[in-house]
């Protein structure tokens, strides 16, 4: 999807339009969509488990899109320049990077079951989900959610 997406963007590029700040642009834009993705694969929408062969599985891609989706916020940031900028953009994106990456340290619940390490051995369920055995939750944290 996001290689689709990067040939249609660059298919569709507007003449006139400045190479430099059209690939800081598009970093923008795949960012918005693997972290879209992103959050459309943590939830919990009946055809996303059976897409991906269970909630596991698309939870690890969930992490992946994630990961590799947050980094392209540096390149747009850096190359996305507009000729009628303002003094705030630059100040306002620092304070917004800094926001995000320590959201989940300054929430204390948040912090309980995402940070590194957890501090609570816990595992979110809907309502009325049954709790997996424990043997299940010892192997999926030693093989899938180890890193």
């Known amino acids: 999807m996001a290689a689709g997406y990067a040939v249609l963007w ?3 590029r507007p003449a006139g339009q400045p190479a430099i ?3 800081g642009q598009f970093f923008g834009a795949e960012c918005v969509l693997l972290l879209s993705v992103g959050l459309v694969l943590i939830s919990t929408l009946p055809w996303v488990e059976i897409w991906f062969d269970g909630i596991d599985r ?3 891609w969930h992490r992946r899109v994630a990961i590799t989706g947050l980094p392209l916020l540096v390149p747009h940031i850096l190359l996305a320049a ?5 003094s705030l953009g630059p100040p306002l994106a620092v304070i917004g990077a800094i926001g995000a990456a320590g959201a989940v340290q300054a929430d204390p619940l948040a912090r309980q079951y995402y940070g590194r390490p957890p501090l ?3 595992i979110l369920l809907p ?3 049954q ?3 424990r043997k299940y939750l010892d192997w999926h944290r030693q093989n899938i959610f180890s890193g």
Request: aromatic share 8%; glycine share 4%; no cysteine.
């Open 131 to 133: 709790q997996p055995a």
């Open 82 to 86: 507009n000729s009628n900028k303002s």
């Open 21 to 23: 700040s059209y690939l």
């Open 58 to 60: 698309a939870a690890i």
């Open 120 to 122: 609570r051995e816990a």
């Open 10 to 12: 660059f298919a569709a």
């Open 127 to 129: 309502a009325g989900a």
